[in-house]
């Protein structure tokens, strides 16, 4: 059996008023690509967020590769894309890529930074500050920064929020591309057409898992309505 890259054994979340994700166990094997699905507040965001090491949980636990979520060993094999990046005041979009890159051990990025820039359409922006960039232009600076480090785990989440259509089909292409190269992806999306192109989809409602299989268009649309 395929080893699992991401699992989670009793992982759980409670803020004090309400659970924000109930104990939840999960095994997503290598190489698998998932949509996550769910209304807002349906405990996506915190789920990924504890996956990512980002977030501690109320119990239960997080291994990523077999190694504990948050360890050096578990940031190595895992890039996270966020719904809202966060980006260093005083660093450019290029000085972003060059620390991503070699914090990761890429050595040769220059090319592969200058590609993802031009892709996405940002190529001439990128001696600028992120700080100062439309919501779009951020969610495009994030997903440079995502793809420019190697990973065997790929998390997202709402990556289409903002992205004009060249930036969209940009997304899609990278994740395909890297799902193909044999990384494991979850991503956690609105975006109706994207569960199509997954291999599983994961639905959350008020943090329970409501429906872990093949991808049902009719179901999604019920809970991205």
């Not at 996550?36 to 636990?61: I, Y």
């Not at 260093?88 to 200058?114: C, I, K, N, T």
């Not at 990278?174 to 994961?202: C, K, P, W, Y």
Request: proline letters at 5%; glycine letters at 10%.
């Amino acid at each position: 059996m395929t080893r699992p890259m991401l699992a989670t054994s009793g992982l759980e979340k409670d803020y004090g008023d309400a659970p924000a994700l109930h104990p939840l166990d999960l095994e997503v094997p290598v190489g698998q690509l998932v949509a996550l699905v769910g209304h807002n507040g349906s405990g996506k965001s915190t789920m990924l967020k504890m996956c990512a090491g980002l977030l501690t949980p109320s119990s239960g636990s997080v291994k990523i590769d077999g190694n504990d979520a948050g360890t050096t060993e578990a940031r190595t094999a895992l890039s996270y894309l966020a719904d809202a990046p966060v980006f260093y005041d005083d660093l450019s979009v290029w000085e972003h890529l060059e620390y991503v890159a070699r914090l990761h051990g890429v050595e040769e990025w220059e090319q592969p930074a200058a590609d993802l820039l031009g892709y996405l359409g940002i190529y001439e922006r990128a001696d600028d500050l992120p700080l100062t960039f439309s919501r779009g232009l951020k969610q495009k600076a994030a997903i440079a920064l995502a793809f420019v480090r190697p990973f065997q785990l790929l998390l997202v989440d709402e990556p289409f929020v903002g992205l004009d259509a060249r930036g969209r089909t940009a997304l899609i292409d990278l994740i395909d591309q890297n799902h193909q190269a044999g990384a494991t992806i979850v991503v956690a999306t609105h975006e109706l057409s994207f569960t199509g192109r997954a291999q599983r989809m994961i639905v959350l409602a008020d943090g329970q898992v409501t429906h872990d299989g093949d991808p049902d268009p009719d179901l999604a649309a019920q809970h991205l309505g």
